[in-house]
C-alpha cells in the first residue's frame, strides 16, 4: 500500500517511522498488579529478579529502554522488522550506555525460520502496544507461535488493540482514508492528509456515514492536533481490522495463553464501568469472554489493553488479598494535588476521602506496602487491598515499586537526558513520555515536555522558565509564550518534587553525565 517503500511491510507502513513514546501498562510491575486483580497468580518481581522481557513492534524502543535503564538485572530485548526504528533504538541504547537491552530486526511473520529466533530466550513477560489489529494474519500467526514457543509458563503477555464494538462507527472512515489516500499518491504520511482533507469535505457535507456517533466526530475534530506520523501508522495499515475481544482470546489460546485482566486497571471494577442495569445483564454469564463481549457492548472505548497468562492459576480471594497487600505503592503528584475526582465510564467517581485520606498522607512522607497503609489507625476499615491499589494505580497517581528510589545511576541519568534533547519540539510537548529513575523499578510517565524541563533543571545554570518558553515556542505570541512560562513554573513546584522522590532526578543540584 505504501509507494515509495519496498514491499516488505506486509500492508503496514514502513516508509515513515512511528513516534517515541511510553505507555505504563506494558511495564512488568503494572500487568503484575492487573493479573492480581483480575485474580490471577502474576509474577514474582523483586530488587534482584532477572526478569526476561521482550517486546514486540517496538518501534523507536523508548518504552523497552525505559524498563531496562530503571531495571539493570532484566534483559530487556525489542523486535521490530523496520530497520529506521531499530537504528535509532539502538543509537539511543548506545547514548545512554544501557548494557541490558538489545534491539533486533526481524519480520514477527516469519521470524521462527531466521537466526533471531535463536536468540530469543524464554520470556517472563512479553508485550506489544499498537500491533495486533494493525498487521495482517501472517503476522498475527507469527505472534502467536511466537508466544507459544517463546513466553514461559506462567508468563504475562500484554496484547492492546482496536476494539470492536466500539470502532464499528468509524469502519468506513478509516476506509475512505486508506483508498484516498492511496491513490493520492506519494510518501504514506502525504497520503493520509490527502484522505483526511477527504474525510472532512465529505464531513462538512454530511455523509451519512460520517456523521453519526461519537466516534468518527472525536477522530476527525483530534485528528487535526495528532501528528502525521501517528494519523499514517494509525490509518494507513491495508491489514488495519480492529477486534472483538473474544477473537483475540480464541486466537491466543493456541499459544496456550489465558484472558485473565485489563490493563486499564479500573476496567476491572465492574461498577466503574457500567450502570446497575448493565452490570445485572454482565453478572448473567459465568464466562468471562462472554461477560467482556456484554461489556464492550456498553463502553465507548476503543483501545483494549488485555492481559493474558500462559496457564493462568486461579487465586482464592483471600490469596489474591495476600498478594494485593504485598504491593509497594509510591504516590505520583504531592499530596495537596492528589485528584480525589476523575471521569469513568458511568460519570464522576469520587475517591472516598475518609479512607484514602490517610493512605495518601502517609503515601506522601515515603513509598509504602499496601498492608502498611491498611494497618493506619485512622481508617474507618482496613480492608480491600484491590481498592487501595485499583484506585490509586488505575487514576494515575501512584506506581507500584519495587524499592526505595536511589540516586539515579549513570544510564538513568543519559537516557533522560538523550530522550530530552533527541525528542522534544514544539509541537510534541503533551505525547506521553517517561522519566527513568534508579531504585523503584518504574518509570516516571510524564509529558515529553517533562523531561525538556528535568534536562535543563540539571544543567548548571538556574532555572529560566520564560527563556524556556520562549524556545520551545519561538513562532508562539507573546500571550502564548507567557503561558508556558506559568506552565513551566508550575510543573517546576508541582512535579519536579517527585522526579526527586523517584529516583529520576538527583535529590541535590546538578549532576554530572
Ligand atoms: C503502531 S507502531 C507501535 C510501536 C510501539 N509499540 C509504540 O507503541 O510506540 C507498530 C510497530 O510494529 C512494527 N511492525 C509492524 N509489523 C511488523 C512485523 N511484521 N514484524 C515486526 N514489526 C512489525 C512497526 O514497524 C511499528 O514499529
Redesign the pocket.
Known amino acids: 500500500m505504501t509507494a515509495v517503500s519496498g514491499d516488505w511491510?506486509?500492508g503496514?507502513?514502513?516508509d515513515i517511522?512511528?513516534?517515541?513514546?511510553y505507555?505504563r501498562h506494558?511495564s512488568p510491575l503494572h500487568l503484575n498488579l492487573a493479573c492480581l486483580l483480575g485474580g490471577s497468580a502474576g509474577i514474582e518481581i523483586g530488587p534482584a529478579s532477572k526478569l526476561s522481557y521482550l517486546?514486540?513492534?517496538?518501534?523507536?524502543g523508548?518504552?523497552a529502554l525505559m524498563l531496562a535503564a530503571c531495571n539493570p538485572a532484566w534483559q530487556v530485548i525489542g523486535?521490530?522488522?523496520?530497520p529506521a526504528?531499530i537504528a535509532a533504538a539502538r543509537m539511543l541504547c548506545a547514548d545512554a550506555e544501557i548494557t541490558n537491552a538489545q534491539f533486533l530486526e526481524?519480520?514477527?511473520?516469519v521470524?521462527a525460520e531466521t537466526p533471531v529466533w535463536r536468540e530469543l530466550p524464554q520470556a517472563d513477560i512479553v508485550?506489544?502496544?499498537?500491533?495486533w489489529s494493525?498487521?495482517?494474519d501472517?503476522?498475527r500467526g507469527?505472534i502467536v507461535r511466537l508466544l507459544a514457543d517463546k513466553l514461559r509458563p506462567g508468563g504475562i503477555a500484554h496484547v492492546?488493540y482496536n476494539a470492536l464494538p466500539a470502532w464499528q462507527g468509524a469502519l468506513g472512515m478509516q476506509r475512505l482514508l486508506l483508498e484516498a489516500g492511496v491513490r493520492a499518491g506519494g510518501r504514506s504520511d502525504r497520503q493520509v492528509a490527502a484522505g483526511w482533507e477527504l474525510v472532512r469535505a465529505m464531513a462538512d457535507a454530511e455523509a451519512h456515514h460520517l456523521r453519526d456517533g461519537d466516534l468518527v466526530r472525536s477522530l476527525t475534530g483530534s485528528s487535526q492536533q495528532l501528528p502525521i506520523a501517528?494519523l499514517a501508522?494509525?490509518y494507513m495499515?491495508a491489514a488495519w481490522r480492529p477486534c472483538f475481544h473474544a477473537d483475540v482470546v480464541r486466537a491466543l489460546a493456541d499459544a496456550k495463553l489465558d484472558w485473565v485482566a485489563s490493563a486499564q486497571l479500573l476496567e476491572n471494577f465492574t461498577p466503574l464501568m457500567l450502570g446497575e442495569e448493565a452490570r445485572t445483564i454482565v453478572a448473567r454469564f459465568d464466562d468471562p469472554v462472554m461477560r467482556e463481549l456484554a461489556k464492550d457492548m456498553f463502553l465507548t472505548r476503543c483501545l483494549r489493553q488485555d492481559v493474558f497468562v500462559r496457564g493462568a492459576r486461579r487465586l482464592s480471594n483471600a490469596e489474591r488479598d495476600a498478594a494485593l497487600a504485598e504491593v509497594t505503592l509510591a504516590l505520583l503528584p504531592q499530596e495537596a494535588q492528589f485528584a480525589w475526582e476523575f471521569e469513568v465510564p458511568v460519570g464522576h467517581a469520587k475517591i472516598e476521602r475518609k479512607f484514602f485520606g490517610p493512605i495518601v498522607a502517609a503515601l506522601a512522607e515515603a513509598p509504602q506496602r499496601v498492608s502498611a497503609l491498611l494497618a493506619l489507625p485512622e481508617l474507618p476499615r482496613h480492608d480491600n487491598p484491590g481498592e487501595v491499589v485499583g484506585m490509586l494505580v488505575g487514576s494515575h497517581q501512584a506506581l507500584p515499586v519495587i524499592g526505595p528510589a536511589t540516586e539515579p545511576e549513570k544510564p538513568v541519568r543519559r537516557l533522560n537526558q538523550a530522550a530530552a534533547r533527541r525528542f522534544v519540539r514544539p509541537d510534541n510537548l503533551d505525547t506521553g513520555m517517561a522519566l527513568a529513575a534508579s531504585g523503584t523499578g518504574s518509570p516516571v510517565p510524564c509529558p515529553m515536555l517533562d523531561l525538556f524541563i528535568a534536562d535543563r533543571l540539571q544543567s548548571d545554570s538556574p532555572p529560566d522558565p520564560a527563556a524556556w518558553a520562549r524556545e520551545l515556542g519561538p513562532a508562539q505570541p507573546p500571550s502564548e509564550q507567557d503561558r508556558l512560562c506559568g506552565f513551566i513554573e508550575r510543573v517546576i513546584t508541582e512535579r519536579a518534587p517527585a522526579w526527586r522522590r523517584l529516583g529520576a532526578m538527583p535529590c541535590h543540584g546538578a549532576a554530572s553525565t
Open positions: 511491510g506486509g503496514y507502513v514502513t517511522a512511528y513516534l517515541p513514546g505507555y506494558q517486546e514486540l513492534g517496538c518501534g523507536q523508548f518504552g523486535i521490530d522488522y523496520n526504528h526481524a519480520d514477527l511473520a521470524v508485550t506489544m502496544h499498537g500491533l494493525w498487521v495482517g501472517a503476522t507469527g492492546s501517528y501508522h494509525e495499515n
